[in-house]
């Protein structure tokens, strides 16, 4: 599950282009689901499974929205692929910070304390 999340997470982005010229997050969860579940109900899969999938991708950048450990984990995979970036010319108390309320996980905040 969160494997498949994972890699299909930002399916919406060329949908969210073409339809409203940009790749902004809220238009990812509209666009995003409907495409995963085309392609997922391609295979022999669970319907579970794959209404799980597309509820992290219908919500991967809305915190709060989904409370399961594996939204938890893709949650934090999503933000830690950009982590570094918002760290540039900040200064420590800022990380600390920006860790403990950006992660959902121990692992996702360990991660992030190493980069």
Do not use: W
């Amino acid at each position: 599950m969160v494997i498949a999340s994972a890699i299909l997470h930002d399916i919406g982005i060329p949908e969210s282009e073409r339809k409203y010229g940009s790749s902004a997050g809220h238009y990812q969860e509209v666009e995003g689901p409907p495409i995963a579940r085309r392609i997922l109900e391609k295979y022999d899969l669970l319907k579970a499974f794959i209404d799980e999938v597309c509820e992290i991708i219908g919500n991967h950048h809305s915190l709060g929205r989904v409370a399961t450990i594996n939204f938890r984990i893709v949650y934090d995979a999503d933000c830690l692929v950009n982590f570094g970036d918002r760290l540039k010319e900040k200064d420590e108390q800022y990380r600390i910070k920006l860790v403990e309320k950006v992660f959902l996980t121990a692992t996702g905040k360990e991660i992030a304390e190493k980069l």
